[in-house]
């Protein structure tokens, strides 16, 4: 009898903790994309890993759509220790560190090529070493992508056709300046509340890759969708310092090679489900791919952007990233 108390009050601690029996350490990471997205096929490889490598020591947690809160909410629990895990984009991050504003300015990376080259080189390791003073600890680099326009109002074929659409943004200013540059009339908004916000008209349009727009449902109420491709969003996998501290060097280890890992993984999914959900895209909304010329005339739209901006994201960084982008074009 005793014993089975005991069982029980063991199973109800575990219950309540969620801790798995054996486990010394939890990982909670809750991300705003839902179970289908390339994101969160990359979290359960990474948790993989780390439950096999850690043997068990380290369990993980998985949350989607926002159960946790937006990007922002849950990059302030980390920084609490009260949730250890995330991976919002680059864009709300700004909020924490400035310097990762880099990666908003349109157009500044021409493809996935270059844009790997760049986060995985010194310039993207200056910015994950100012996250701990933050209070969180930058793990990799993965990818939400090329961001791409949606409305339901008209085909978007040039920066004109933009004029007074009203587009959610993410929570970042370099987004707003450049709708607003655009022709745009944009408003932020957490990733949480557009889908509703799109349906009850508070918002025309958005931006985001083709996997998003596909696989959370947008086409439903969005009919136009141009591959504007204005803005490379990277992902970046987020442990909050506080949890960070606790653990034991190897089981660090075991945490941090398990994240390179799943960069890699991530990029390779993400990169194949990007293109394919445009093609079925293609199928549910009016998709517009600009020419050459046409594209030119969104990139010409946004160089304001870059003046505007200069003083704020300090000219020698972004000077470091276009020398390195010529350079790997060369
Ligand atoms: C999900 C967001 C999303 C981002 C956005 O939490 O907010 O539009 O592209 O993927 O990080």
Known sequence: MKLRTGIAAVLLVALLTGTAFGAQFTINAGIGLNDKSAQFQSLKFFKEIVEKNSEGKIEVVLFHSSQLGDDRTMMEALKMGTQEMTCPSTAPMTAFVNAFKIYDLPFIFAGEDVADYILDG???????????????IGLAYWENG?????????????????????????????????????????????????????????????????????????????????????????????????????????????????????????????????????EKLKEKMEVTILTPEQKAAFQQACQPIYDQFAKDIGEDLIKEVQKLTSEYKK
């Open 146 to 278: 090329f961001r791409m326009l949606t409305n339901s109002v008209h085909s978007v074929k040039s920066p004109e056709d933009l004029k007074g659409l009203k587009i959610r943004t993410m929570e970042n200013p370099i987004h707003l300046a450049a709708f607003k540059v655009m022709g745009a009339n944009p408003t932020p908004m957490a990733f949480g509340e557009l889908f509703s916000a799109m349906q009850q008209k508070v918002v025309d349009g958005q931006e985001n890759p083709w996997g998003t727009i596909f696989l959370q449902n947008f086409f439903e109420v969005q009919k136009f969708a141009t591959d504007t491709g204005h803005v490379y969003s990277p992902f970046v996998l987020l442990i909050s310092k506080i949890f960070w501290d606790k653990l034991p060097d190897d089981m660090k280890k075991v945490v941090q090679d398990a994240a390179d890992q799943a960069k890699v993984h991530n990029r390779e999914i993400n990169r194949k489900m990007n293109a394919e959900y445009l």
């Open 122 to 136: 010194p310039v993207g390791k200056k910015l994950l070493d100012m996250l701990p003073a933050q209070g969180m």
